[in-house]
């Protein structure tokens, strides 16, 4: 199983950019499809997006789709989430996630019987206007 560390999180103005970063640990990381994730204050957690376990695949949200980038560098052990043209309401934790099966990434918020496999800790992302 492979341990998740997030960075790059902090604070921007509305309009800017941040990439964020998933380091994962351990010799399996290319067996996992990866998830990104996101919890506002008093809200559930939502989908941002996903990328399949080779990175030639990757699945969005509409409310990030043509924003937000996810890309892989299997030789690094890491999984990044580029985010253009932030805005207020993008603000909330951002989590990074782990699961040998995409589907389970991809319907982890509307299915309440799927398990993610391994989460990060999260990083905070403020956008401010």
């Known amino acids: 199983q492979v341990q998740l560390v997030e960075s790059g999180g902090g604070l921007v103005q509305a309009g800017g950019s941040l990439r964020l970063s998933c380091a994962a640990s351990g010799r399996t990381f290319s067996s996992y499809a990866m998830g990104w994730f996101r919890q506002a204050p008093g809200k559930e957690r939502e989908f941002i997006g996903a990328?399949?376990?080779?990175?030639?695949?990757?699945y969005y949200a509409d409310s990030v789709k043509g924003r937000f980038t996810i890309s892989r560098d299997n030789a690094k052990n890491t999984v990044y989430l580029q985010m253009n043209s932030l805005a207020p309401e993008d603000t909330a934790v951002y989590y990074c996630?782990?699961?040998?099966?995409?589907?389970?990434?991809?319907?982890?918020?509307?299915?309440?019987?799927?398990?993610?496999?391994?989460w990060g800790q999260g990083t905070q992302v403020t956008v401010s206007s």
């Open positions: 996630a782990a699961d040998p099966t995409l589907h389970t990434l991809v319907v982890f918020t509307t299915d309440k019987d799927t398990t993610v496999e391994v």
């Open positions: 990328i399949t376990r080779s990175g030639g695949s990757t």
